[in-house]
């Protein structure tokens, strides 16, 4: 379930870019490569009560995503950088958990 509004607290939204930066810089994107960066909440039991997922397509158009097991504003670099291999080896990850 995604959180109601889009958050404006610039905080966040500072958040929401570095997560942008990191993304592109661990997968080599260019810099107008579209990033998406959604904080996800889920009430399902033994699921992280937050979530991050970032989504993100490649120069062929083909989508990848992962998920990190913390609200956006806890995210650091090290949660991105560890990502190992290509973009096509951290896709197809079953999201029906949130």
């Given amino acids: 379930m995604l959180l109601g509004q889009p958050k404006s607290d610039p905080a ?4 929401v870019e ?9 997968f080599k994107l260019a810099p107008g490569a579209a990033i998406l ?3 996800i909440a889920c009430k399902m039991p ?9 989504a993100f397509w490649t120069g062929d158009d ?15 670099y090290d949660d991105i950088g560890w990502l190992m291999g290509s973009p096509g080896s951290h896709e197809g990850a079953a999201w029906d958990c949130c």
Avoid at 12 to 15: G, N, Q
Avoid at 18 to 26: A, D, E, H, L, Y
Avoid at 46 to 54: K, L
Avoid at 62 to 76: G, S
């Fill in 12 to 15: 966040f939204l500072a958040a």
């Fill in 37 to 39: 960066v959604s904080e």
């Fill in 62 to 76: 083909k989508r990848h995503q992962f998920k990190l097991y913390k609200p956006v504003p806890e995210v650091a």
């Fill in 18 to 26: 570095r997560i942008q930066g990191w993304t592109r810089k661990r």
């Fill in 46 to 54: 033994d699921c992280p009560p937050m979530e991050t997922a970032v």
